[in-house]
């Protein structure tokens, strides 16, 4: 007996929104997976996984969830919910139960995006305010995009979704990789996310790992084919006939 095909989910990181998605969902869909690219509000781990969760709630059937760059981190605790049945990982983020961002970045180099973050602040319910980051204009298609199209770098640059700073303090407070299977792209030239803490992260995971040596860490965009193969990949073997 086969499963149902899985519905993926594409989960997209900070400075991004989901039109990141484009060429992967395009590839997807012209194979007959469906696929959705639901917003994420970058406000913080807690909240946006919970947000995430809530969306894989209200599908039917089984998920794959794709996460991109601090995607990963949502992926990662909203995949510990039952109907999850693979995780894959774009230049992502992989932590541990417990473990921060910052934690996890910490042990390895900093890349170049530390050194180009812009700190803004927006309101808080309360009346109190709170720091959000982005990536410096001038910046950012070296340090996102680096083999992206300059016109479309500049409109990402210009389009950025902020993300709270306090998303590289919380702990993630579950890791579905070590009970789901998991894949991971790592993006070789990434200037976002230092290579080293994708593939440390990765392997820990047990995950399939791909590698494309030259991709930024706009890496859904530049090679859409190429991301959407290791989702396909993930769709084929949690079909699998006989899968329980």
Same mark, same amino acid.
């Given at each position: 007996?086969?499963?149902?095909?899985?519905? #993926?989910?594409?989960?997209?990181?900070?400075?991004?929104?989901?039109?990141?998605?484009?060429?992967?969902?395009?590839?997807?869909?012209?194979?007959?997976?469906?696929?959705?690219?639901?917003?994420?509000?970058? %406000?913080?781990?807690?909240?946006? +996984?919970?947000?995430?969760?809530?969306?894989?709630?209200?599908?039917?059937?089984?998920?794959?969830?794709?996460?991109?760059?601090?995607?990963?981190?949502?992926?990662?605790?909203?995949?510990? +919910?039952?109907?999850?049945?693979?995780?894959?990982?774009?230049?992502?983020?992989?932590?541990?139960?417990?473990?921060?961002?910052?934690?996890?970045?910490?042990?390895?180099?900093?890349?170049?995006?530390?050194?180009?973050?812009?700190?803004?602040?927006?309101?808080?319910?309360?009346?109190?305010?709170?720091?959000?980051?982005?990536?410096?204009?001038?910046?950012?298609?070296? #340090?996102?995009?680096?083999?992206?199209?300059?016109?479309?770098? %500049? #409109?990402?640059?210009?389009?950025?979704?902020?993300?709270?700073?306090?998303?590289?303090?919380?702990?993630?407070?579950?890791?579905?990789?070590?009970?789901?299977?998991?894949? +991971?792209?790592?993006?070789?030239?990434?200037?976002?996310?230092?290579?080293?803490?994708?593939?440390?992260?990765?392997?820990?995971?047990?995950?399939?790992?791909?590698?494309?040596?030259?991709?930024?860490?706009?890496?859904?965009?530049?090679?859409?084919?190429?991301?959407?193969?290791?989702? %396909?990949?993930?769709?084929?073997?949690?079909?699998?006939?006989?899968?329980?």
């Amino acid at each position: 007996m086969t499963t149902p095909a899985p519905t #993926v989910v594409l989960v997209h990181g900070a400075f991004a929104d989901a039109a990141a998605w484009i060429g992967v969902i395009s590839e997807l869909r012209s194979c007959g997976i469906p696929v959705i690219a639901p917003p994420n509000p970058l %406000r913080g781990l807690a909240s946006d +996984a919970a947000y995430v969760a809530s969306v894989v709630s209200q599908i039917d059937g089984p998920v794959i969830l794709v996460g991109h760059s601090y995607g990963g981190a949502l992926i990662t605790v909203a995949g510990a +919910a039952e109907n999850v049945v693979g995780l894959v990982y774009v230049a992502a983020y992989v932590p541990h139960e417990g473990e921060s961002l910052g934690e996890l970045q910490g042990r390895f180099p900093d890349s170049p995006l530390a050194s180009n973050l812009k700190e803004w602040t927006y309101p808080l319910l309360d009346g109190d305010s709170a720091i959000e980051v982005t990536i410096d204009e001038a910046a950012f298609p070296s #340090v996102f995009a680096a083999d992206v199209a300059e016109d479309v770098t %500049r #409109v990402l640059a210009a389009a950025q979704r902020p993300l709270a700073a306090a998303a590289f303090t919380e702990t993630a407070s579950a890791a579905a990789w070590r009970t789901k299977p998991s894949w +991971a792209l790592v993006a070789g030239a990434d200037r976002a996310i230092n290579p080293c803490v994708q593939r440390f992260g990765a392997e820990r995971a047990g995950a399939v790992v791909v590698e494309l040596p030259d991709a930024s860490h706009a890496v859904a965009l530049s090679e859409p084919k190429r991301v959407a193969d290791l989702i %396909r990949d993930a769709v084929r073997a949690t079909s699998r006939p006989g899968r329980p």
